[in-house]
């Protein structure tokens, strides 16, 4: 029971290393996703003083001095510019024959599929010439697609915006939820922006322009030249003042990793707390163990053994209580990480590297705390040993 109590005790510690490993793993696969569904070296150029986040339909007061000339100006002029996307966008009703549904529409260019990574899984995006006539066209996310033409083959059939018909012409891969959780990716509608400014929102200003930029290397390079065009074609007021604000998407996500590794390290520390206390309870049944076995001990000292190979024995043994402690608590923690990855949001990951911390750990604090007893049974007095018994 002694030894079944100081295994149980490492198991719970490297069970507790295994799932918090998990989850730290899990959040930076998460954060990886989130930027790369946001397509990568991206900065937001938003209409306004406001924080502006992928996915996020407003940008707090409506500034109207963002036009899709300047978003044409910064991909002309800014040389760390590779391409740009104006973009407007708001939630609407939405028809198809007698069902309808509201959804975000967004009114931006064919470079918006680019940029962010938006890929049409059947039809077509809309191009640039019919954007510039102005075309009714529509590229709907997946949800929509489910809503509206379940069963049926939405290519080629007409929805209304409003009382604008549009005719779908691509259905986009599915996304699930933005980068700051705020909205469904899947839920929108894509149409051209001149014919989303002319026919839906009747407004000639943007809310954000998308700005891809040609390598990592070059981000804040990028937003100090799209800051330069802005300001010459807008002019601060006399406070010196910017009617626009510039994000750069990598420092919130970098903000989120910060936060997420500085809480995984105060839960690993709990969790290292938790296997030293399993690994007391190697020590003391490494103590208990040698005064229960002093006679042991001595008869294996006076018939010859030397005080290496008790020393030998008894760290051998504080492994394999260790070992079982490992392999029993690698179970557990998998198990524990898989439940809490189906119960919550929370996204974890267990690989190899994990798998060799957790059990690694574990033969660390079972040789650390079994040195001591395992000295102290080779310093016995064989002796005194025997006469003890």
């Given at each position: 029971m002694r030894t079944g109590l100081a295994i149980s005790g490492t198991s719970?510690?490297?069970?507790?290393?295994?799932?918090?490993?998990?989850?730290?793993?899990?959040?930076?696969?998460?954060?990886?996703?989130?930027?790369?569904?946001?397509?990568?070296?991206?900065?937001?150029?938003?209409?306004?003083?406001?924080?502006?986040?992928?996915?996020?339909?407003?940008?707090?007061?409506?500034?109207?001095?963002?036009?899709?000339?300047?978003?044409?100006?910064?991909?002309?002029?800014?040389?760390?510019?590779?391409r740009t996307a104006a973009s407007i966008d708001a939630d609407l009703p939405v028809?198809?024959?007698s069902l309808?549904?509201?959804?975000?529409?967004?009114?931006?260019?064919?470079?918006?599929?680019?940029?962010?990574?938006?890929?049409?899984?059947?039809?077509?995006?809309?191009?640039?010439?019919?954007?510039?006539?102005?075309l009714r066209l529509a590229v709907i996310g997946a949800r929509v697609a489910a809503t509206l033409f379940d069963?049926?083959?939405?290519?080629?059939?007409?929805?209304?915006?409003?009382?604008?018909?549009?005719?779908?012409?691509?259905?986009?891969?599915?996304?699930?939820?933005?980068?700051?959780?705020?909205?469904?990716?899947?839920?929108?509608?894509?149409?051209?922006?001149?014919t989303?400014?002319?026919?839906?929102?009747?407004?000639?200003?943007?809310?954000?322009?998308?700005?891809?930029?040609?390598?990592?290397?070059?981000?804040?390079?990028?937003?100090d030249q799209v800051a330069a065009v802005l300001r010459r074609r807008h002019r601060p007021d006399r406070a010196g003042a910017d009617d626009f604000r510039i994000d750069d998407q990598f420092l919130v996500l970098e903000a989120e990793r910060a936060a997420a590794a500085s809480f995984q390290r105060?839960?690993?520390?709990?969790?290292?707390?938790?296997?030293?206390?399993?690994?007391?309870g190697i020590l003391s049944t490494m103590l208990l163990s040698i005064r229960e076995r002093r006679?042991?001990?001595?008869?294996?000292?006076?018939?010859?053994?030397?005080?290496?190979?008790?020393?030998?024995?008894?760290?051998?043994?504080?492994?394999?209580?260790?070992?079982?402690?490992?392999?029993t608590g690698l179970a557990a923690g998998l198990g524990a990480a898989l439940a809490v990855g189906r119960a919550t949001r929370w996204q974890t990951a267990v690989s190899g590297e994990a798998v060799a911390i957790a059990v690694g750990a574990a033969l660390t604090v079972s040789l650390v705390f079994g040195v001591f007893p395992a000295h102290r049974a080779a310093a016995l007095d064989p002796i005194r040993s025997l006469r003890a018994e």
């Open positions: 719970i510690g490297v069970a507790a290393v295994v799932v918090m490993v998990a989850i730290g793993e899990g959040a930076e696969r998460e954060l990886l996703a989130r930027v790369e569904a946001m397509g990568g070296k991206l900065l937001l150029v938003s209409a306004g003083r406001s924080p502006a986040l992928v996915g996020r339909s407003t940008t707090g007061g409506l500034v109207t001095t963002l036009t899709p000339a300047d978003a044409d100006a910064i991909g002309r002029t800014a040389d760390a510019v590779e028809k198809y024959g309808t549904m509201r959804t975000s529409i967004r009114a931006t260019t064919p470079d918006y599929e680019l940029i962010r990574g938006f890929r049409a899984l059947r039809g077509r995006y809309f191009t640039h010439d019919e954007d510039r006539d102005g069963g049926i083959e939405p290519l080629g059939e007409t929805v209304r915006v409003g009382s604008v018909p549009f005719e779908v012409i691509g259905v986009l891969e599915s996304k699930g939820s933005s980068a700051n959780a705020a909205s469904d990716e899947d839920n929108q509608i894509l149409i051209p922006l001149r989303g400014l002319r026919r839906v929102f009747n407004a000639d200003y943007v809310m954000l322009v998308y700005t891809r930029v040609r390598e990592d290397a070059e981000m804040g390079a990028a937003a105060l839960i690993t520390a709990l969790a290292s707390v938790a296997l030293l206390v399993g690994g007391v006679s042991e001990v001595g008869l294996r000292i006076a018939v010859g053994a030397k005080r290496r190979d008790v020393r030998t024995q008894f760290v051998v043994e504080a492994l394999i209580l260790g070992a079982a402690g490992g392999v």
